[in-house]
């Protein structure tokens, strides 16, 4: 089955731009999802599809893809964007889904 | 509002069984596939099993298939975990989640999860 792949962390200063990725052999077939979740709290999805964020996401959060990579940035990162994020997508070679490790966001 | 809300979790001894429910309101139930995801303390999110709309077809990660059966009842907007064989390793919080779809220009449709319960708590231990 396939994996996705993540930093396990990452940190951006306060209003300025950070990219996350996620990398896997899946995204060449899937796009990918992502969450955020934070400490006791279920997870929220913040990106799908090629790029669309659904209702109640800032429009700071947005998604891109290529190859077998997948990258989530958020512009102008605030602070109530600390938190972890995973990637996932349906497994190219049967009907499973996979989830990277997730990236822990600081922001400073 | 669109609402997941699970229940069943509790301590349970190693072998022993377990069945989760997540009752669902807020969407036309039947004409989503929906999924249940596991995050063990401290850990990352792991797939766990899969249901199609009409439960008519399902999918197990390696980990548990051969002891867990996902099942829903449309009828009652009620999706189920049916948890037997349980190790320690199967601690965890339980996630039920809603698929959400996006299809491409050429008709391919990738999938994601965007509506998630509460979770609730399943702890494996003697």
């Known amino acids: 089955s396939s994996e996705l792949t993540q930093d396990p962390a990452v940190s951006v200063a306060l209003g300025q731009t950070v990219t996350i990725t996620c990398q896997g052999d899946s995204l060449r077939s899937y796009y990918a999802g992502w969450y955020q979740q934070k400490p006791g709290q279920a997870p929220v999805l913040v990106i799908y599809?090629?790029?669309n964020r659904p209702s109640g996401i800032a429009d700071r959060f947005s998604g891109s893809s290529s190859g077998n990579t997948a990258s989530l940035s958020i512009t102008g990162a605030q602070a109530e964007d600390e938190a972890d994020y995973y990637c996932?997508?349906?497994?190219?070679?049967?009907?499973?889904?996979?989830f990277g490790g997730g990236t822990k966001l600081t922001v400073l | 509002e669109v609402q997941l809300l699970e229940s069943g979790g509790g301590l349970v001894q190693p072998g022993g069984s377990l069945r989760l429910s997540c009752a669902a309101s807020?969407?036309?139930?039947?004409?989503?596939?929906m999924s249940w995801v596991r995050q063990a303390p401290g850990k990352g999110l792991e797939w766990v099993s899969a249901?199609?709309?009409?439960?008519?077809?399902?999918y197990y990660a390696d980990s548990v298939r051969g002891r867990f059966t996902i099942s829903r009842d449309n009828s009652k907007s009620t999706l189920y975990l049916q948890m037997n064989s349980l190790r320690a390793e199967d601690t965890a919080v339980y996630y039920c989640?809603?698929?959400?779809?996006?299809?491409?220009?050429?008709?391919?449709?990738?999938?994601?999860?965007?509506?998630w319960g509460q979770g609730t708590m399943v702890t494996v231990s003697s």
């Open positions: 989640a809603k698929f959400t779809y996006y299809y491409d220009s050429s008709g391919r449709k990738h999938d994601a999860f965007d509506i």
């Open positions: 807020g969407f036309t139930f039947s004409s989503y596939a």
């Open positions: 996932n997508s349906r497994d190219s070679s049967n009907n499973h889904w996979v």
């Open positions: 249901i199609s709309g009409s439960g008519g077809s399902t």
């Open positions: 599809g090629k790029n």
